[in-house]
Every structure is written in structure tokens, then in C-alpha cells.
């Protein structure tokens, strides 16, 4: 089916699929997202498995990385997992590149199969499954959408911390092998374009940035008005949105949350995801516990405490990109958060936030919130573009049109080859 010279030409997709494309948890929702607004754009999608088709998804971990490190090393502890690789670095890249090789001959062999069937696609497209392009072969065009690169996933994440030289190096293979595929390379930030490029030795003519939107947004966005009602010295309401307390520190949080009161602000931190410790005995803490958005009830708590919060924290150790503090910003929200990863992008330091280093101790993060408390006028601006650029540039609906205009720009390319 060729391209139309509708507004929106209907074209038929080929996604790669690690999951269900129906299931919203997986990788952050991103695959569900995205195949949300795509369909949006009256683009068919046509899932490409890039597992064994039984009946039955397969079992979703929480992170495409914790899905390999089960595969590599399912019984060994992180604290071995470096030594290991450095005793055995040929182990290692082997199961590296046969996990990828797995995974592309299964997406390869479903591919075909609809092929075969008389499926008629216009393009493939796939979100962060470079492994299950790693030994693809087809003549439509390709397009590969990732929030992070390996050497990314290396610098922000500890997890990947943990692993020896010899894992990054394959990883970075698989990597550089998958997207010289791509006819087109998307990212969700310039910190993973500009990494593409460097590191992977991608063509800068084949990369462009597209920022994602957020999973939990105002149910009717005009009740949505800017300035948001600034925080005071008697009421700071803060929050926090962590699935992994650890690397995204919400001890740390907690720990600015005190200082705060201790300096005369009477804040509190409302944390959602596990409990920590700290959490479950600060009285500085509101521990909400994990909310499920495609729950109604939990995303209805969600969308209360995105309306109430004056601010969103995210300290983060390592952030490929950060989904919470636009969530936050379609709220007309400001955050604050640290410089890891894709941080500074999604947040635009003084004006959509404030952005600190991630070295940066809780009396700075303190001085920082106390900073817009004291000066209303500068939290009101944050508060404004934070809506604006929600509205304008950070959300799947823009992502959507975006996506749909390139595809339909490799499409006419590939034809007139």
C-alpha cells in the first residue's frame, strides 16, 4: 500500500514488539504510548513479535535491562556479576550476541510470516528493540526510536555500573550493528542523539530528536490553568515519583524534606512507589505507595496529588530521560531535578524547572526550593512554561504527528530509489 496525499496518509506499520503492545507497563509504558498515538495518526499497526508466539505474552520484567541480566546471569549476584565478566569476557559477549541473534531470527521469522500471508507494510518501526534488529534483514524502511545508548544506560544507571568492560563492549556492538539499519534513528532527547553520533558513529543526516509525552495527564486539560499557586513557608507540598527508590534516591528526598522544615518550612514530601525505611518512620513523609495508572482509582490519586504538588523532585542518580516531571508540567507544575541523563532536557533549567548537579547536596536542594518560595513572581514563570512546552513539544499527541510525518518521508524516499 503506497503513500496517500491525505493530510494523514493511512499507512500500514510494521511495529517490532518485545511485549504486548497492549500492555502499559512494559518499558515504562513507551511501547503502549507509542503505538497509542501512532493508531492516533490513523496509522495501522501490525505487531511484529519478537518473541514465540505460544497463545500467551510472554513473561514482562520491569526493564528491558533486567530482562538481559536475567538472560546473561540469571543466578548470580550484582556484586559478582563485574568479576565475572572480567574472568570470563568471552562468556559474556557471547551471550550478549546470542540473545541478540535470538531475538532478531524470531522477529525475522515473524516478519516473513506476515509477509507470506499477504501483509502489505509500508515501514517498520521499533522502540528501543535494537537486539531484535541485530541481524534483521528487509528492504522497507526502518525506523528505530531509543531513549538512551548503551553508553548512556553505562553512565546513569548503576545496574550497568556493575558490569565489566567486556558486556558494555558487546552491548555497544549490538547497538552499533542494529542502527546502521535504520533509514531513520529517532531519540527522545539530544543527550541520547548527541550520544548516537559520537558513540555509535551514526550519520547525523539519519538522527533527530522527538520528546515523548507522559503516562498520566489532567483528565479534561482546561481545568489546567497557569500560574499554579505558588509554595509558601506554611505549605510546601512536594512530590516524588519513584518505581526504583534507590537510583532515583528517595531517601535523599527525604532528607531535603526535613531540612526544609528545620529551616522553617513546613513541607512534606509525598513519595510514591516502595516504601523505604526512612520513608515509613519521617513525619516529613505522606507514603503513598505504588500507583498503577492504568488503574482508575490509582490514577486518580495520581492526577490529585500532580494538581496539589507545588513541586516534583527527581535527584536521580541515572535517568535515560524522566517521565514523571512532564507528568508534573501538564499540570502546570515546575520541577527540580538532577543533571543525570535526560533530565536537563525534559526540564529547561530556570525556565521549566531548575536543574542541579547531581553531585549536589541536600542543603543546595533545600536553598533551591526555598528560592522559589521566596520569589513567587519566578515560580509563576516556571509554572507557565512548564504548561506551554507540556502542550507544545512534550506529550504523544505532538510525538504522534511528529513520527507519522517522518515515516511518511522514508516511505517516498524508499520509493524513489
Not at 520491569?62 to 543466578?75: A, D, E, K, Y
Not at 507522559?214 to 481545568?223: F, G, L, M, Q, S
Request: glycine share 4%; charged share 20%; proline share 7%.
Amino acid at each position: 500500500m503506497g503513500v496517500k496525499n491525505a493530510r494523514r496518509p493511512a499507512l500500514r506499520v510494521g511495529m517490532i514488539a518485545m511485549s504486548d503492545l497492549d500492555f502499559p507497563k512494559y518499558l515504562s509504558g513507551m511501547p503502549y504510548q507509542m503505538a497509542k498515538a501512532l493508531r492516533q495518526q490513523e496509522i495501522e499497526i501490525i505487531p511484529i513479535p519478537a518473541y514465540e508466539q505460544t497463545g500467551k505474552p510472554p513473561s514482562i520484567p520491569s526493564t528491558v535491562r533486567n530482562r538481559l541480566w536475567r538472560i546473561l546471569h540469571p543466578r548470580t549476584p550484582v556484586q559478582f556479576q563485574k568479576s565475572l565478566d572480567n574472568l570470563l569476557p568471552g562468556r559474556t559477549r557471547s551471550a550478549v550476541l546470542s540473545h541478540a541473534l535470538l531475538l532478531s531470527q524470531t522477529t525475522q521469522k515473524n516478519l516473513d510470516q506476515l509477509l507470506e500471508h499477504g501483509e502489505q507494510l509500508d515501514a517498520i518501526f521499533g522502540c528501543c528493540t535494537s537486539t531484535a534488529m541485530y541481524n534483521l534483514k528487509t528492504d522497507l524502511p526502518l525506523i528505530y526510536f531509543s531513549d538512551a545508548t548503551p553508553i548512556l544506560l553505562r553512565t546513569n544507571y548503576p545496574t550497568y555500573t556493575s558490569r565489566g568492560p567486556s558486556f558494555h563492549a558487546a552491548l555497544t556492538e549490538v547497538e552499533k550493528t542494529s542502527v546502521a539499519k535504520a533509514t531513520q534513528a529517532i531519540f527522545a532527547s539530544t543527550i541520547a542523539q548527541q550520544s548516537a553520533i559520537a558513540d555509535l558513529g551514526m550519520d547525523p543526516v539519519k538522527t533527530t530528536v522527538v520528546a515523548m509525552g507522559a503516562n498520566v495527564y489532567p483528565n479534561d486539560p482546561a481545568t489546567v490553568v497557569a500560574p499554579a499557586e505558588p509554595p509558601t513557608r506554611e505549605k510546601c507540598e512536594l512530590l516524588i515519583v519513584a518505581a526504583d527508590p534507590i537510583r532515583k534516591r528517595v531517601d535523599f528526598a527525604i532528607q531535603i524534606t526535613e531540612l526544609l522544615r528545620q529551616r522553617g518550612t513546613n513541607a512534606v514530601l509525598h513519595v510514591v512507589g516502595p516504601r523505604t525505611r526512612l520513608s515509613n518512620r519521617s513525619d516529613a513523609v505522606e507514603a503513598v505507595g505504588p500507583l498503577r495508572p492504568s488503574d482508575p482509582e490509582d490514577r486518580t490519586r495520581q492526577q490529585h496529588l500532580l494538581r496539589n504538588c507545588h513541586l516534583q523532585l527527581l535527584p536521580s542518580l541515572g535517568e535515560a530521560y524522566g517521565i514523571a516531571p512532564i507528568e508534573s508540567a501538564h499540570f502546570a507544575r515546575p520541577s527540580i531535578v538532577s543533571s543525570a541523563g535526560g533530565l536537563p532536557f525534559v526540564v529547561l533549567d530556570r525556565q521549566t524547572g531548575i536543574v542541579l548537579d547531581v553531585k549536589n547536596d541536600a542543603l543546595t536542594w533545600a536553598m533551591a526550593i526555598e528560592s522559589l518560595i521566596d520569589d513567587p513572581d519566578r515560580y509563576c514563570m516556571m509554572s507557565r512554561r512548564a504548561l506551554r512546552r507540556a502542550r507544545s513539544e512534550l506529550n504523544w499527541s505532538v510525538w504522534g504527528e511528529k513520527i507519522s510525518s517522518l515515516m511518511v518521508e522514508q516511505i517516498r524516499a524508499s520509493q524513489t530509489k
